[in-house]
Each structure stands twice: as C-alpha cells, then as structure tokens.
C-alpha cells in the first residue's frame, strides 16, 4: 500500500455512504453484492441481518476511495477487489480491533489473498465453501424455440407456492430451509418473482429480481424443478425478468451462476449474458 492509504472504519451507514457511495455505484456489475446488501440495510434498518452493528470500512487514497468492505451481523466479511497487500493490512486492522469474523467473500483473488492473511494474523482456519460466476448482459437474446405459455408477475396468492419453490431451491444448493416466519428476514424477501405457466396457467418455472440500486438490477435466483428441466422454460423466465429490469431503466443486469454447473453457464450465455468476474468465499474456524 501507498504512504497514504488508510482504512477508516465506520458503523454510521449514511456516513459511509456520502463517502463512499460513489465509488460502489462507479462499477455497479462488479459490486452488486454490496449495492443491494447496504441498500437493505439503508431502507429496513441496521437490524436487518440481525443485532449486532455492521462494521463498514473504506480504503482512501488520495482523498479517493479505492475499495470498500462491510461485516455483518453474520460476522462474514464481504470485499471489493483489493491487492494482496492491501488484503493484508486490512486483516492486520480488523484482528487487532479484536473483531471475529466468520469467513469472507470476495472476488476469487481478493478472497484467497484476504483468507490467506487472516489465517497468518490469527490462526483461524479457512476453508473454501463457495464459488460463483458473475456474469453481466450484452445484448438480450431470446432463445429459440420459445416454449409456449407466458410469464407472469407473482402477487399474494402465489406465496404458498413461492415458498415452497425457494425450499426447493435452498435444499439443492445447501442453504438454511425457509418458513413462513423466518421468510421475512430471508434473502428472497425483497425480490421481485415472476412465474413462467403453460397456456393452462400452471406454473413451471421462477426467477426473481432485486430492485434497481445505482442501475443494477440481479437476476436470482432462477428455479425449476428437477421434473420439468430441459424444457426452455429456464430460459424464458430468465428472459422475461431480464427484459422488464431493462424496460425499467436498468443500464447494468446481472446474474450469477455455478461455474462447476456447465448446463447453467451454456444458457446464459446463450441469452446473452457474458462472464465478468469469479468469487470466492471462504469460512473461517
């Protein structure tokens, strides 16, 4: 790091915000995962991953912000892309501040530098527990042939089966099951679902959205039971969320994928959507 490089740490979101703001919106592809997360803690409270404060932190330079980190409740830490160097000072300044951390998750060189230092400067274990693809849309192309039936946004009758559709989803990726009380502190809370029905008006397959952050909107998650796979109906859902975040204002849709899924990455590419960037995140003991 330069002589002038400094992390400042903060709990104050809209302290961090005026400053760093910016700087998240200056790439809003690659930060996703920041813009949408702090955006839920700006609009449901500092409480909306659970008691304990978030810790945020911005890396200065030059009087301008170079990278940006968060903690949350889940005392997992989340980066911006950051040289090994800088991984290693911040890790020497989170350990000596005496704050836990239970892993990071980061793109996959920031994630392995950071978990790298953090093992030296405190001992802790790290073990790899997750790996995605993020990719960005070019250009929007429906794939052929398009598989009858429409899309459809979801409303309040439609929770039963969306809650049951998130369990399904949740269990093959290995994530916590959800009910009806722990849904409103779930990641599916804030999205936007649309269905995919047949011109009977079953549904047949889900994906949802986030809301527009500094003109990025994510696709996620797309799901469709196991039973009607292989059938276009993926493909289309994806295409119609894909089309309202750009009729909606959208300049950036992102989404992210299963590098070790190849039927996955083959379909979003084939409606357009172009790899940016891998991450990474790692657990720590």
């Known amino acids: 790091m330069l002589p002038d490089d400094d992390w400042h740490l903060t709990d104050d979101i809209d302290d961090f915000l005026a400053r760093a703001g910016d700087f998240l919106r200056s790439r809003p592809a690659l930060h996703n995962t920041p813009l949408t997360t702090i955006e839920k803690l700006r609009t449901r409270g500092p409480d909306a991953f659970g008691s304990e404060a978030t810790v945020f932190g911005r890396l200065e330079s030059g009087g301008e912000v170079r990278a940006v980190c968060y903690r949350l409740a889940t005392r997992r ?3 911006t892309p950051l ?3 800088q991984a290693d000072t911040l890790a020497v300044r989170l350990a000596g501040l005496g704050l836990r951390l239970s892993g990071v998750t980061a793109d996959q060189d920031t994630a392995a530098a950071f978990a790298q230092a953090w093992q030296r400067h405190t001992g802790a274990a ?3 527990d997750w790996r995605g693809r993020l990719h960005r849309l070019g250009t929007l192309t429906p794939p052929e042939p398009r598989p009858q039936g429409r899309d459809r946004v979801l409303d309040a009758r439609d929770q039963e089966q969306l809650l049951y559709w998130c369990n399904e989803f ?3 990726v290995g994530e916590a099951p959800l009910d009806a009380a722990s849904w409103a502190g779930s990641r599916f809370a804030d999205k936007h679902f649309t269905f995919w029905e047949t011109p009977d008006g079953t549904p047949v397959s889900l994906a949802g959205s986030t809301s527009m952050v500094g003109g990025m909107v994510r696709v996620d998650p797309v799901y469709t039971p196991a039973r009607l796979r292989g059938r276009g109906y993926a493909g289309a859902v994806t295409v119609a969320v894909t089309r309202a975040a750009l009729t909606a ?3 950036d ?3 992210f994928t299963n590098p070790a899924n190849p039927t996955s990455n083959a379909l979003y590419r084939r409606i357009g959507y172009v ?11």
């Open 83 to 85: 040289s090994p160097e």
């Open 249 to 251: 204002g959208a300049t």
């Open 253 to 255: 849709v992102v989404l």
């Open 77 to 79: 830490l989340t980066l």
């Open 275 to 285: 790899p940016l960037a891998d991450f990474a995140g790692y657990g720590f003991s």
């Open 170 to 172: 949740v269990a093959e």
């Open 126 to 128: 790290a073990e790899h």
